[in-house]
């Protein structure tokens, strides 16, 4: 029998709980900041519930849920109420909910393995109670297919959507370049001739900061782009776990035309995203920095994308796995 415990904010959280959280969440996010820095930087009509699991001998979290919730007010809010920034609409209603979660996979139910046949019975019991509110017509969720949650909802209308997303990639060479070395022969030629175009044509140079803003110091374009880049969505949500992150670049003495952002989370998993790509950089260099800058440290393991990726066939061929995933949407009769 497990035990849930609720929250309205991931700020709420004891944190007592957040390292055993970060072991459980050690494949989706670098570190549980990004689950607040989500939440706090979500559009005012955003809430969020979050649960978290126990075993029945256990104060450790073994499961994880986070849900999104749309908010439709019924009327707008009124002068005095703008003056005060008041979050709640007014007599609000749910128009959309949705179990997700930032980070890699964006699944919004996560169980450790050896609970994972408790995951069903569950959760099946928290979202129907979400089904006794009356604007709660339907719910979508977001998880792996190793869960089967389909079985659990059969009172209700549930369509199952399968999909596959990237994976991670697991090391399996000693060095950078042993992984290139291993690859197929046009595709080694092809990262062979960019890195050369970088280098030579370009004249790039490869640097690594511990601070964003650090990145654009000491060049002439540097206060522009640094105006420019830290608006950017991403940035803005970097900027909370920077202390997380290094920042892998490419650059010249008057710009940065790259910038990768390298995160070391739990379980010996990076991550890495991207930042910034000028035009004449070829498409699959920042992976390539990303990638030796993985390889450079021997204690990690896997090496995750946070850039949303539609076509993984390169990546693919570079030894990086397929995630397989399901999208459960439940909806009640409406009487």
């Known amino acids: 029998m497990l035990i849930t415990q609720k929250y309205n904010s991931a700020n709420d959280i004891d944190p007592e709980f957040i390292p055993a959280l970060e072991e459980l969440l050690a494949e989706h996010v670098p570190c549980f900041q990004v689950i607040k820095n989500y939440e706090k930087v979500a559009k005012e009509n955003i809430n969020f519930t979050y649960y978290l699991f126990f075993g029945p001998s256990t104060n450790t979290p073994i499961g994880y849920a986070q849900a999104e919730i749309e908010i439709k007010p019924d009327r707008e809010p009124s002068f005095f109420q703008k003056i005060f920034n008041k979050k709640s609409p007014i007599n609000s209603g ?138 950017s969505p991403k940035v803005i949500d970097l900027a909370y776990i920077e202390n997380e992150c290094e920042f892998l670049t490419l650059e010249s003495t008057n710009r940065v035309e790259a910038i990768v952002s390298f995160s070391i989370g739990k379980g010996k998993n990076a991550f890495y995203d991207i930042l910034l790509v000028g035009d004449n950089i070829p498409e699959n260099i920042p992976l390539q920095m990303a990638l030796m800058k993985f390889f450079e440290n021997d204690d990690l393991h896997k090496l995750h994308s946070l850039v949303p990726v539609t076509d993984p066939k390169e990546h693919l061929a570079m030894g990086f796995c397929e995630r397989r995933q399901n999208t459960l949407s439940i909806s009640k009769e409406v009487k």
């Open 94 to 231: 749910i128009s959309k909910l949705s179990w997700t979660s930032p980070g890699v996979y964006r699944e919004g139910i996560i169980f450790s393995p050896q609970f994972i046949r408790y995951a069903g019975d569950k959760t099946s019991l928290i979202l129907n109670e979400y089904f006794k509110r009356e604007d709660v017509r339907e719910q979508k969720i977001r998880f792996s297919e190793s869960l089967s949650l389909a079985n659990c909802f059969k009172d209700l209308k549930a369509k199952t959507t399968p999909s596959t997303s990237l994976g991670f990639l697991l090391k399996n060479k000693n060095s950078y370049q042993e992984f290139i070395e291993d690859l197929s022969f046009d595709l080694k030629k092809n990262i062979q001739a960019d890195w050369k175009f970088i280098m030579k044509n370009l004249g790039l140079e490869l640097k690594e900061y511990k601070s964003f803003k650090e990145v654009f110091q000491y060049k002439s374009d540097g206060a522009s782009q640094y105006k420019e880049l830290k608006r």
